[in-house]
């Protein structure tokens, strides 16, 4: 079992950054690909960014890239999404994932365990 908890999310104008953390506990978090996803009132959860279990390959959805960047800290078992330039159309729950294997992924069925969200809204 993996335990996942975000923080990080808040209230941000147009433009501002934020940087979300995801703790894991339990199994080795090193064991595990990790991602982010988000959800929106009222649409479909998407997907954000993953990383690998090294961190040595990242994956990013194109409405992020260039604004977001994913990392992780396998030492204190933490996952890092840092936001740039953020836009009102980045408000939504920000969910931490772990997929069991090397290899993240863009789909959020293949990912084991969830953290419960952290809100983030972008004022305009």
């Known amino acids: 079992q993996v335990q996942l908890v975000e923080s990080g999310g808040g209230l941000v104008q147009a433009g501002g950054s934020l940087r979300l953390s995801c703790a894991a506990s339990?199994?080795?978090?090193?064991?595990?690909?990790m991602g982010w996803f988000r959800q929106a009132p009222g649409k479909e959860r998407e997907f954000v960014a993953a990383i690998s279990w090294s961190g040595g390959s990242t994956y990013y959805a194109d409405f992020v890239k260039g604004r977001f960047t994913i990392s992780r800290d396998n030492v204190k078992n933490t996952v890092y999404l840092q936001m740039n330039s953020l836009k009102p159309e980045d408000t939504a729950v920000y969910y931490c994932a772990a997929r069991a294997g090397a290899w993240g992924s863009y789909y959020y069925y293949e990912y084991d365990y969830w953290g419960q969200g952290t809100q983030v809204t972008v004022s305009s």
């Open positions: 339990g199994r080795t978090c090193s064991s595990y690909a």
